[in-house]
């Protein structure tokens, strides 16, 4: 019951989602106008405005004017419909389930955003960050110190990277990498981990497509490969923690 109340309740999110990912970097209302085609400005009746389902029944067209909608919405859709409801197969306590699912609902939009327009908002961030705060204080006040100090090592760390080597990593990596430690605590090192290896390993089939002087030209976003961490995180990251503890630091 619980694991089809996420998945229902993702797929929903998901759709918000693709008007966050649509909108805020634009600096458009989230909330108004409703819902429209973008091409013919006919307003999304409420029965095609079901998640992934509309879509499959409207074969991917406008009902008004027939422009065809992007196959990214179901996606979107589909996948935070299923991250939610591994979130919560994943976590057994409400901390863990709250956490990691509105992670999950943060993470997706900041990468997307990334990909299209090369920016990660503030707004994401920041909304993020209270929001680890509030529920970290409200459904495990224990587990908060752990959570701020891998808020404030994981930006810190990306944040040298930063000023090291300004090129490769913006300001809105450092903000998003202290965001995620803020839900994740000790779980953010291997999300960490893996979106460094997520990014060498992007950098070197861009280089491999566009040969070494151009793919170093080339500005790759980071954002996604953070996201791919912290969303590996959400399933595997603290059995990684606990190997690397259990096997190196006893």
């Keep these: 019951m619980e694991a089809t109340f996420a998945g229902v309740l993702g797929a929903v999110f998901g759709s918000f989602l693709n008007v966050v990912v649509h909108r805020l970097p634009r600096h ?8 429209h085609c973008p091409k013919c400005g006919t307003p999304v009746k409420p029965y095609d405005n079901i998640p992934i389902l509309s879509w499959l029944m409207l074969r991917g067209h406008c009902r008004g ?13 589909a996948l935070t419909a299923a991250l939610c409801v591994g979130a919560v197969l994943a ?26 327009h090369r920016i990660i ?3 994401i961030t920041a909304f993020g960050a209270v929001l680890a705060l509030a529920l970290g204080l409200a459904l495990d006040p224990a587990g908060e110190p752990g959570r701020l100090i891998a808020g404030g090592a994981a930006g810190g760390f990306l944040l040298l990277a930063a ?11 450092v903000k998003l990498a ?20 997520a990014g060498v390993v992007v950098g070197a089939i861009v ?3 566009k040969g070494a002087e151009a793919g170093r030209r080339t500005a790759v976003p980071f954002g996604p490969s953070l996201a791919l961490g912290a969303l590996l995180a959400v399933f595997v990251g603290r059995q990684l923690v606990d190997v690397y503890v259990n096997h190196f630091l006893h």
């Design 178 to 197: 202290g965001m995620m430690g803020l839900f994740l605590g000790a779980a953010v090192a291997p999300a960490l981990l893996i979106a460094m290896i």
């Design 91 to 116: 976590h057994h306590s409400a901390a863990g389930i709250a956490l990691n699912v509105t992670l999950i609902l943060l993470v997706v939009p900041a990468a997307l955003i990334d990909l299209e």
């Design 28 to 35: 458009e209302s989230l909330v108004t106008p409703a819902s």
């Design 207 to 209: 280089i491999a497509r």
């Design 65 to 77: 004017c027939g422009a065809g909608i992007s196959v990214r919405y179901p996606l979107v859709e």
């Design 163 to 173: 000023l090291a080597y300004p090129g490769g990593m913006g300001m809105g990596d």
């Design 121 to 123: 908002p503030n707004r």
